[in-house]
């Protein structure tokens, strides 16, 4: 069921916990400049291990032993065990292991539970039973869940698990939508499509169903939707202090695209609010009717359904979350503090990982830190603080790809240190507290208050921060606020929705077609390098000239297409004519 590669000492991984364990012993030295992150006075940072591959979630064992979910091993297998043998914070031991089918882009989930440990790829939950003194768990890979209703390759489709105190298991299920709009990206203008009402993905999307813990081989009704209108959930947790299941929730995007005549470039850029959310059986949280605006600290109807950012959601039992942070941030994890090493001002607190906005543009994307809400009493006390800032290595982010790492899992080892991972290169940081804990205080926090003025924190100017004021975006930038969903950043599409741009023969052929379905956009079946392909293509009408001749002539110039450039003078002409059509 599983392959070992092993790069280190072989006879480690056989060794009881006599020298991985962490617990009890002396924490070791933080790296110089904590390995590239600012955090709070008194806090340093060990690199565990570093350029591992792309890593998502992770979990570390009673023993210190650490265990992560790739996005993409390079080798078949999706999971990476790691040991520290000789207590410096640096991982010498490391084997790949979990031979599953389907890792999948969108796979994430990596807890460990009753001596379980539990992964997924996008459909399947597995676990493998933990082998004391073994790095790699020996025993059989079971199925712990797999979902089987599944409308094609879709959004938001990523498994994390959470566990109660009572005996059951919590797996979210992401709507396939961006606002119930048959599934893809529908056309923008003026008013738009409207959403489907009643909306029918909330039959078994947008939710969280809960399970029993304790069987395997479950699908969906196997267990009860337990809460609703929940758009995609990737941070999840459970809190023992309260009894209570937490997440943090991914907002809609592309308010501004969809609805150009109602909604601007800059709010379509920090709304809505990506929600902290306590859940309780039957909750609503909006979805896809109304959306949480945390500018305006209210739920507004969505515009699919009539709102134009003001008007209230039309239902009043829809929940608040208990925090809205700015929008597109994409919260990817989060754990709340159970340990004793840090300060008491983080006892019992949330800890979120936020990976970075992609969609942003024309203002600086967003994110990329660890947050903390601080709580008293089962309530956040407090606002939101910035705990670990950095990971991008830049402070003004223009485009995702220019951020050096991700934020992306987090874990709480034996001895209270926190995990961090990334999920670009594989960087995996140890956190520790080696300060005065009786000294800490307001000196430090006001020193971390001070990032939120940060480009890549701060609420952007409207005017000041347009990073494209009074020109053109690049070809490339406008390709990945409109083009990237669909199309994907290597330009080969989906391969069953989307056609690729690479390589294309719609792309480097007639311009004269290709301006007009950015324009007018495409609701008929069309055939690219001899495969056909019938999803719609929105129409972009509300791009000015100069942009469209732009990403267009990024496109024919780029992805291995070689063909001359487009003009704004070749779009006007094909938007005049399009308007006589038209009349």
Known sequence: MYKTVVYSVIIALSLPC?????SGKALPSPDPGNGGIFLPGGFGAVVVADSTGPARHIAVSDNGD????????????????LR???????????????????EGSLSNCMRIHNGYLYFASELVVYRMLLTPGKLVPEGKMDTVFTEEDVRGSHWHITKPVAFDNSGHIYIPFGAPSNACQDLVRTPGGTPGF??????PELEEYAGIWQFEANKTNLTKKDGKKFATGIRSVVAMDFNSDDNKLYAAVHGRDDLHMLWPGRFTLWQSAVLPAEEFIRIEQGDNYGWPYSYYDQLQHKNVLAPEYGGDGKLPARDNTV?????GFPGHWAPNDLLFYKGNQFPEHYKHGAFIAFHGSTNRSPYPQAGYIVAFVPFKNG????????????????DTIINTGDAKYRPMGLAEGPDGSLYVTDSKKGKIWRIMYTGNKAAFGAAQFAAMEKRKANANIRTPDEVKDNLYKDKARPGQQVYRQYCVSCHQYNGEGDGTRFPPVKNSDWVAGDK????????????????????????????????????IASVLTYLRQHFNNLADSVTAKNVMQVRNKSRQVMK
């Open 379 to 394: 309530q956040p006390n407090g606002d939101w603080e910035v705990f670990a800032d950095g990971f991008a290595g830049t």
């Open 512 to 547: 004269t077609r290709l301006i007009n379905v950015v324009l007018n956009g495409l609701d008929a079946p069309i055939n690219v390098n001899g495969k056909a392909f019938s999803s719609i293509m929105p129409a972009h009408a509300f791009l000015k000239d100069e942009e």
């Open 319 to 323: 929940k608040d979350p208990l925090i």
């Open 66 to 81: 650490i265990y992560v979910k790739m996005r993409n091993s390079g080798r078949g297998e999706g999971n990476l065990a």
């Open 84 to 102: 520290d043998n000789d207590g410096d914070g640096k991982a010498d031991s490391t084997a790949y292991f979990g031979d599953y089918d389907n």
């Open 194 to 199: 409207a959403g489907l009402d009643p909306c």
């Open 18 to 22: 006599i020298m991985g364990c962490n």
